[in-house]
């Protein structure tokens, strides 16, 4: 064992009764194209990219990263991007051997791929799906060609509906990832995106609000957007339908059918670990006594070179104590039906003593309500999010 391994086992400040759930993520980070709204980590690939080279890279990653995770089972794994789905399902294939062969799965565990409408090819998701993959999420955005073209997707709404089709033929739980509050979009736009959305009978459908990211296209040429109260009213359409088409809202932006929640998800929103090897890939690690964040090297190149020699790391560092509150917040607040209170304590190893002041004041603001074992944020918190989360800012010097 590496000195750097001890030292994460030292005794510290925090006392985590046991550690959470284990999600692995994988990050792929080429496209066909750079969407001008995107400020994920992908890169354009500009004809071809070095696929087997990356495997290697990630396979390094992850040896390096095993001492960190000893012992520990992993329960879902998410291949996301960038346009995983470029990848070629031999490549996908691989990839999942190296993780089987270096990790220990639970028999049950989801395996997500994020695929783009515009890579898809006849037989491309079936080959997935025999390589292991056990959820296809779609990225879809609109079903109308207008607003496609305004947000630059390589895609039309023919090939998504085609895309969509063999995911359901192929796939028992699928996702249908649809933004709204397009340039221009109307009520009546958005109701034939969810016409034809809801067609497919999704099990799981994302459906996130278009926001403007620093360092976008879109952020320095900025199209004109709906307005707040029309944003607001497409979200109430958008919940009222998905819930008349027997999907939940469990998420601020996920809606699924019983049996069909993203577990990968829903970990990171209890506040669960993650190990998250590739090109900028964030990580979170629990230990007996403290917080681990982790961040890889963000440029693809940069990445694979420092990889392979075992240095995959741009940034390590442990949570201070009192930033957690604050994060484990950010997180479970964003969960319909809020968490168990014990589970405060499970994840941060602190008392909930610690953030009593701050639930009072969301309390008396009517934004959360509690019972002995459970909190959940109101309608109105659930509508007043950012505000209801900032109350948990951790005091300046703590
Ligand atoms: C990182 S992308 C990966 C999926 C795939 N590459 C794609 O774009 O279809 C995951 C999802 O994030 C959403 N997304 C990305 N940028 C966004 C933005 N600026 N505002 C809202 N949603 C965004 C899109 O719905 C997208 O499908
Ligand atoms: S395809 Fe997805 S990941 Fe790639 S640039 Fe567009 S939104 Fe970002």
Redesign the pocket.
Known sequence: MNQSVIQLHRPGQLQLSALPPLSLYIHLPW?LKK?P????N?HEAKGEFPEQRYLDALRADLESSLPLIWGRSVHSVFI????PSLFSPDAIDRLLSDVRALLRLEADTEITL?A?PGTFEKDRFKAFREAGVTRL?????SFDDRFLQALGRVHSADQARAALDEAARHFETFNI???YALPGQTLADLDRDLDIALGFNPPHL?V??????PN?YFAKFPPALPDEDLAYAMLDRITERTGQAGLSRYEVSAYARAGHRCFHNWNYWQFGDYLGIGAGAHGKLSFAHRVLRQVRWRDPQLYMDNALKGQPMASEEEVAPGELPFEFMLNALRLREGFPLALFNERTGLPLSRIMPALQQAEAKGWIERDLAQLRPTERGFDFLSDLQELFLPDEGS
């Not at 999420?137 to 955005?141: A, F, I, T």
């Open positions: 496209c969407c709204y995107c400020d994920f992908s996301g991007g960038g346009t994020e783009n999420s779609v990225g879809v955005q990832d649809l933004m994302s996130y609000h278009l926001t403007l990211e976008t």
